[in-house]
């Protein structure tokens, strides 16, 4: 696989900027080709390359002199929160400085008072939770890497989790950011009082993939842990029958804080790997329901009826340790194909819900015609499909099997009415199927959007857009035809 | 006057003047004429034409609508199906003298001027409802932002740019919402003889709360809502709901928390009110709708000392009625207060002077123009009223 070459230009003057940078972060640039090594790449493993340095600021005021002297410089900036990007959002340029937050980690206020945490990019997804949960409140996005993620990271993919359903995505739980702008100038977006007074910017830097700008503060709101929460597990022993549960479900009004479909080869795979305990089906759900006593008690009482109309079987949790275990199998979807084989890539489709089944069929015939396997997880509730492609790398040729059996599943999503990534964003790795989704038109809108935030292409160039095309500064004029096509750039 | 039904007609008109370099004004129900800078006498889009409902799909929890469809039209089809629209979207009567107002107002109106009422405090604004959108920008073409599922995060969120831009970016011709079960049952309690601290502070509790509140207001005894009876000096409003049982459940919970608080019967038409700005439909007040952290909400309108002011959304949200020498103030206090002032009603010459906002930061107005201009490069689109 190609990647974008490095400017040698740029390479050139390494020495200069590693000075540079070392004048405005004295303790904090990392620079032997040994040392960069830990950057090379994020959770997409196939992609990596070395940064021509790293930069760990410490705070806001080292981040806006960096990014002023790389402006003025020409040099690219990638920055990263703690690299587990799943789409290559983090994958450095050869000719770039990879910014790293890892030391702005700390947590700067908890106002319980008016529900919201002041904290700095490089304070990690979990960490959020911790500091406000012996006053009974926690943070809602849980992406299943939150130990490790940021939420720097969290911002610009808008990441999501378990339960998005209910309590949304990152973007519906952040209520201010100061973000840095490619000049060096802080802004400052929403806050603790509601609303954006202008423009909102908030929304448009949430999930725009460190592409606009970085994100060197940011306040998000917290919310009072339900006093309530119970799992249930239904099988199934048809795809359709679940799907048609979940339709149930929510056709009747209820909105379960969590609700996971696993099929048969995910069953089977996390059976052997951590034993849950789960039936041998088709398909089986898990179901969170949350809230106060009661809420929880119709809501599981009117589950157990779909679940039965629907030919399923029922178990339920009450006690922590149960429904942990009942979750166990889940959480280990990942972490289980390691059993099927050396390497996984995870797809993020988001599909219409009623397409399941027919998704399904389609993935199972893409299997075949690949030659390769596939476990399917799915956030049930909104529709975000997790298919999980087996293959070994060391094989020759078979990453790029993997990759076209991917995209195939994407092209499929998009087929029946859904989008490329539902939270993984599309990075590096979906980034030449944007066309897939989006007619010309709507990408030069995104495109002018990008221009007119960071004109000079300083932030994260080669992600998302398949094509770069020159921002055209005077009067801000739309040209046609201003497209210059990149045969450099890597093919998904 | 041009009247267009549909998105290619809106491609037609825009292009046309784009060619003549003609800035417009667009227009569907005009119940939100009034709220922002004049333009002064410009040709009118009138795009009330481009209605209708696209696209209902309940167990997708998904309703794609055209802008001009009509909010009660809307609201009747949802409640059809026990789901309603996250955003509370509310018509704000308190633009009663103008000659439009005995239109319904419209889905594209209320997304445009981000109308939201007190249930935004359960499932947030309209940025957090609004999925997916098709418009045409300024360079006369037609695109689309987002997507119509519930979860999407490919490429730039567009449709958070469209909700509050009182129709500067673009010209929208179909919507995409995420919608919510309606709860079967709602209750409104209230606590009578308030002053503005403890009654704000009893809305935080509950706020603060997993109660899940769809409603929390604060309406001090000068502000005399039908219904509400003799509040002494205050009152605060909490809107609770739920299924039928666990409502009960609720009610116990929020009594624990604040006291002894009885039920309104007329909660859900004062509700209905306070979103709606009405107290304000009779008198000539200029109208402020200000923003602030809900702690700051009691300190921001004790300092303020208007005639006639309420709260909502916990306090993140006060109501100011006032005169034309408080506009500095309320904007200085604002500010401090790290919230914002938006002028909605005033006479023409005073909200030309004082717009819609404060003046932004330079760094940040300079990027919000370079986002207009990437929409709608030759100002075409409601030129100057935001
Ligand atoms: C095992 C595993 C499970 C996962 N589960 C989920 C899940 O359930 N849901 C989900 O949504 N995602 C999931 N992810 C994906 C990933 O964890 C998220 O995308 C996460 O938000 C990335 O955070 P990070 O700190 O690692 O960011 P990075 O990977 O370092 O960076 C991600 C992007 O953010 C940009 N960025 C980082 N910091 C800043 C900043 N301060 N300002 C501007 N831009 C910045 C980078 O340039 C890059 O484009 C999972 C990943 C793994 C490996």
Redesign the pocket.
Same mark, same amino acid.
């Given at each position: 696989m190609l990647l974008a070459p490095s400017d040698p230009k740029i390479l050139a003057r390494r020495d200069s900027i590693v000075a540079a940078l070392k004048k405005i972060v004295p303790d904090g640039v990392v620079e032997a080709s040994s040392d960069l090594a830990a950057y090379e790449s994020?959770?997409l493993p196939s992609y990596r390359q070395k940064p021509l340095a790293a930069v760990l600021p410490r705070d806001a005021d080292q981040v806006a002199r960096i990014i002023r002297f790389a402006n003025e410089a020409g040099v690219p900036i990638?920055?990263?929160? @703690?690299?587990?990007?799943?789409?290559g959002? @983090?994958l450095p340029r050869g000719d770039g400085i990879l910014?790293g937050?890892g030391r702005?980690s700390r947590i700067l206020e908890i106002d319980y008072e008016n529900r919201c945490v002041t904290l700095q990019?490089?304070v990690?997804?979990a960490a959020i939770t911790r500091a406000v949960e012996g006053e009974g409140f926690y943070y809602a996005?849980?992406?299943?890497?939150?130990i490790?993620?940021?939420?720097?990271?969290?911002?610009?993919?808008?990441?999501?989790?378990?339960h998005c359903l209910k309590y949304g995505?990152?973007t519906n739980n952040l209520l201010g950011v100061k973000?840095v702008l490619p000049d060096g100038q802080m802004i400052t977006l929403g806050g603790k009082a509601p609303g954006a007074g202008g423009l909102d910017l908030l929304g448009l830097i949430t999930g725009?993939?460190?592409?606009l700008?970085?994100?060197?503060e940011a306040t998000v709101r917290i919310l009072r842990k339900a006093p309530v929460t119970r799992t249930m597990l239904a099988s199934f022993d048809s795809v359709p029958d679940a799907g048609a549960c979940v339709a149930a479900i929510i056709g009747d009004g209820i909105v379960p804080a969590a609700m996971e479909f696993m099929d048969r080869a995910t069953i089977g795979a996390v059976e052997s790997f951590n034993a849950p305990g789960y039936p041998d089906a088709e398909a089986i759900l898990i179901i969170d329901a949350d809230g106060v006593e009661a809420d929880v008690a119709d809501a599981m009482a009117r589950i157990a009826i779909h679940v039965k109309a629907c030919r399923g079987e029922l178990r339920e949790a009450t006690e922590t340790l149960a429904r942990a275990k009942m979750w166990a199998g889940r959480k280990a979807a990942?972490a289980a194909m390691g059993k099927l084989a050396p390497d996984m890539i995870?797809m993020d489709g988001t599909i219409p819900r009623h397409a399941l089944p027919r998704v399904l069929e389609g993935i199972a015939d893409l299997s075949k015609k690949h030659g390769l396997g596939c476990c399917n997880v799915f956030h049930a509730g909104d529709g975000n499909l997790h298919p999980l492609i087996n293959f070994d790398a060391m094989k020759d040729g078979e990453l790029a099997v993997a990759e076209e059996f991917g995209a195939d599943i994407l092209r499929l999503c998009v087929a029946v009415g859904g989008v490329l990534t539902?939270?993984?964003?599309v990075?590096i790795e979906k980034r030449d199927l944007m066309t897939e989704m989006f007619s010309t038109a709507d990408l030069d809108q995104q495109h002018r959007v990008k221009c007119a935030f960071d004109s000079g292409g300083l932030?994260?160039p080669g992600?998302v857009f398949p094509t770069l095309s020159a921002c055209i500064e005077s009067g801000h004029m739309h040209v046609h035809g201003a497209k210059l096509p990149h045969p450099d750039l890597p093919r998904f | 006057m041009t009247r267009v039904a549909s998105e290619n007609e809106i491609v037609d008109y825009v292009r046309a003047a784009r060619e003549s370099r003609t800035p417009f004004e667009i227009v569907a129900a005009g119940t939100r004429r009034g709220a922002g800078r004049p333009m002064g006498k410009l040709p009118v889009l009138d795009v009330a034409g481009v209605s209708g409902i696209v696209e209902y799909q309940p167990e997708e929890l998904i309703v794609t609508a055209r802008p001009g469809t009509g909010l009660a039209e809307l609201k009747a089809v949802l409640a059809q199906k026990n789901q309603c629209l996250g955003f509370d979207p509310v018509d704000w009567t308190l633009f009663g003298g103008a000659p439009d107002f005995s239109k319904n107002g419209t889905l594209g109106g209320a997304v445009s001027a981000d109308a939201s009422g007190s249930g935004r405090l359960r499932h947030g604004p309209p940025r957090d409802s609004l999925l997916g959108f098709r418009a045409v920008n300024g360079f006369g073409e037609a695109f689309r932002g987002g997507a119509k599922v519930v979860k999407n995060?490919t490429g730039f969120d567009l449709p958070k740019l469209m909700c509050g831009a009182f129709g500067t970016l673009a010209v929208m011709s179909e919507l995409t919402f995420r919608v919510y079960p309606r709860p079967s049952a709602r209750t409104t309690l209230i606590l009578r003889g308030q002053a503005p601290e403890a009654g704000f502070a009893a809305l935080r509790a509950i706020w603060k709360s997993a109660l899940e509140p769809s409603g929390l207001a604060y309406i001090p005894g000068a502000a005399d809502f039908p219904g509400l009876g003799d509040v002494g000096e205050g009152a605060a409003l909490i809107r609770l709901e739920a299924a039928a049982r666990p409502l009960q459940e609720k009610i116990a919970a929020a009594r624990l928390l604040v006291g002894p608080a009885e039920e309104l019967e007329a909660g859900e038409t004062v509700f209905a009110r306070v979103g709606e700005g009405s107290l304000f439909r009779d008198n000539d007040l200029d109208v402020w709708r200000v923003t602030v952290p809900p702690t700051q909400a009691a300190r921001v309108a004790k300092a303020i000392n208007a005639a006639l002011w309420w709260g909502d959304w916990a306090g993140g949200l006060l109501w100011i009625g006032a005169r034309e020498e408080d506009a500095p103030r309320i904007r200085a206090l604002a500010a401090q207060a790290g919230g914002h002032a938006m002028l909605l009603r005033a006479p023409a010459a005073r909200r030309a002077a004082l717009g819609l906002y404060a003046p932004q930061p330079p760094a940040l107005a300079a990027v919000t123009a370079s986002v207009r201009a990437a929409f709608d490069p030759l100002g075409l689109f409601n030129p100057g009223r935001f």
């Open positions: 994020d959770a990638v920055p990263r929160g @703690a690299g587990t990007s799943l789409s959002g @983090a910014m937050f702005m990019p490089g990690t997804n996005p849980d992406p299943s890497s939150q490790a993620c940021t939420i720097g990271g969290n911002i610009a993919e808008n990441s999501g989790g378990l995505l990152t973000f725009s993939e460190g592409l700008g970085v994100v060197v990942f995870c539902g939270e993984h964003g990075g932030f994260n992600k | 995060v």
